[in-house]
């Protein structure tokens, strides 16, 4: 089984700034098969980034993703009020699947 | 409208059985492996189980093995989770979603609020 651990487990910051997430593999995992979510309270995950650095349909430019391996960041350039929420990274690699423990990101 | 939409949650004892559905509209289910994911009350997200688009190929996660069952038919754009032996650590809110590919889950169900408790 592949683990992800993802730093810092909050990360506070004030809007306009950049906020710099880290995910973590315990080993490689093949093809780039990370993706990121962002959840929000009472709502279901939404894919951000698939295949590490790929954006989903109708997501912002300010929102990146890059890495390979087992080391993968999740970038937003400037954070807006609506991006503070809990970000998750995800492999599709190898079953199980399996998501990271979430980073909280607050306004500081 | 492309969405996926679950069912079948609710309060259950420990021990006993629920089936939850996920519907998809705009789109068939056909062509896509579909999940289930779980959250527990304020927890993260897990993986529970992958149905592939023919209903060819299934996994679990370990601690669901044996008791739970993925399955789908696609001539009614649904997706199945059939669960028994119900624990109180299968508390939850349960989302499907979908896969295509190396798109990764572009499309979640708004989940459905299981909670196993005597």
């Known amino acids: 089984e592949i683990v992800l651990t993802q730093s810092p487990d909050t990360l506070s910051l004030s809007p306009g700034e950049r906020a710099t997430l880290s995910c973590r593999a315990s080993?490689?995992?093949?093809?780039?098969?990370l993706a990121w979510y962002q959840q929000k309270p009472g709502q279901a995950p939404r894919l951000l980034i698939y295949?590490?650095?790929s954006r989903a349909t109708g997501i912002p430019d300010r929102f990146s993703g890059s890495g390979s391996g087992a080391d993968f960041t999740l970038t937003i350039s400037r954070l807006e009020p609506e991006d503070f929420a809990v970000y998750y990274c995800?492999?599709?690699?190898?079953?199980?699947?399996?998501f990271g423990q979430g980073t909280k990101l607050e306004i500081k | 409208q492309v969405q996926l939409v679950e069912s079948g949650g609710g309060v259950v004892q420990p021990g006993r059985s629920l089936r939850l559905s996920c519907a998809a509209s705009g789109f068939s289910l056909s062509g896509s492996g579909m999940h289930w994911v779980r959250q527990a009350p304020g927890k993260g997200l897990e993986w529970v189980a992958v149905?592939?688009?023919?209903?060819?190929?299934?996994y679990y996660t370990d601690s669901v093995k044996g008791r739970f069952t993925i399955s789908r038919d696609n001539s009614k754009d649904t997706l199945y989770l059939q669960m028994s032996s119900l624990r109180a650590e299968d508390t939850a809110v349960y989302y499907c979603?979908?896969?295509?590919?190396?798109?990764?889950?572009?499309?979640w169900g708004q989940g459905t609020t299981v909670t196993v408790s005597s």
């Open positions: 149905v592939y688009y023919d209903g060819t190929k299934k």
């Open positions: 080993q490689s995992v093949s093809s780039n098969y």
């Open positions: 979603a979908r896969l295509i590919g190396f798109y990764a889950f572009d499309i």
């Open positions: 295949a590490a650095s």
């Open positions: 995800q492999q599709y690699d190898s079953f199980p699947y399996t």
